[in-house]
């Protein structure tokens, strides 16, 4: 009985594991180039944009700790697109 219920929480920890891969963020930086316009030119994001935006978010973190990419996300136009997209760029 108890290699039963052993078995049978060892089975749901790895179907909860597996769900959760399988709604993992695909980190991507080239999902953003929906932004890029509103980045460069200063002009209002698309909803595009900020979905894209709010779908990396918890990528955004491994994109400050790049150096390649460090510098657009500090950037005053990807801040401002985030701040109208209502998305923080965290403190990493």
Known sequence: MKMKVVCMIVMLV????????AE????NPLALSP??????????????????????????????????????VNSPGSKQVASTCGVTIPKC
């Open 14 to 21: 790895v179907m909860v594991d597996v769900v959760s891969i």
């Open 24 to 27: 993992a963020v695909n980190c």
């Open 35 to 72: 932004c890029l316009g509103a980045i460069t030119s200063n002009s209002p994001p698309s909803a595009n944009c900020c979905s894209k935006l709010k779908e990396q978010t918890p990528c955004l973190c491994g994109y400050l700790k790049n150096p390649n990419l460090r510098q657009y």
